[in-house]
Every structure is written in C-alpha cells, then in structure tokens.
C-alpha cells in the first residue's frame, strides 16, 4: 500500500485548507485511516482519524475546526481544516490501521510522505 498525501500550503491564521489522501495498491475500506502531525521540536501527534465504519475522533484542540472524511470508493481520506492557527502549523501525515483506529502512531501499518502545512499569524 502507498499513501499520497497532498493539499498543503501556507495559509494565514482564519484560513483553510483541505488535505487529501489517497491510497494505491490495495483498498484501504477495512482500514481505520488517521491524520498524524509533527512540529518542529515536538512529538507526532493524532489529530484525527475515522475507523472503517465511519467513526471519528479528534485531537481536542481541533474540534469544531478539522472535520475528517473517507470514500472508500476511491480509498481515499480528506481533512478539512478550516479557522486554521499558527499553532497549526507542521508536517501533516496520513495513515493507515489495519487493526482499528489508534491514537498511537507505532500501531500503523502504512504513512504517507508528509505534506507541510504552514499558517501565518
């Protein structure tokens, strides 16, 4: 499996963006997929993840603003971003979980490469 992700940019505070990822190589339908980030000088960090079945959770700091979606069809996973701050700001990765959703990014089996999300104050 591959991971692509892709949508980031730089972005001033109140902004969105939409990132995307799509898989190729096997379907991702049976996978929980999550959104991981890393800031410079921090750990990764779960941000949102939606399990096979459509459930979804969130990083606290980021309800309200990042909404998370999937097409299984086109195996597929979104993040919108929207109200975006500075504090936002990192490397966006997505992933893949064979056995579930996990906010623990070691317990996933495929990532993508990165997509860097700045936002300006």
């Known amino acids: 499996v591959q991971l692509q992700a892709s949508g980031g940019g730089l972005v001033q505070a109140g902004g969105s963006l939409r990132l995307s990822c799509v898989a190729s190589?096997?379907?991702?339908?049976?996978?929980?997929m999550g959104w991981f980030r890393k800031a410079p000088g921090k750990e990764r960090e779960f941000v949102a993840g939606v399990t096979w079945s459509g459930s979804k959770s969130y990083l606290e700091s980021v309800k309200g603003r990042f909404i998370i979606s999937r097409d299984n069809a086109k195996s597929a996973v979104d993040l919108q971003m929207n109200n975006l701050k500075p504090g936002d700001t990192a490397v966006y990765y997505c992933?893949?979980?064979?056995?579930?959703?996990?906010?623990?990014?070691?317990?996933?089996?495929?990532w993508g490469q990165g997509t860097l999300v700045t936002v300006s104050s």
């Open positions: 992933a893949a979980d064979l056995y579930g959703l996990s906010y623990d990014d070691y317990d996933y089996d495929y």
């Open positions: 190589g096997r379907t991702l339908s049976r996978y929980g």
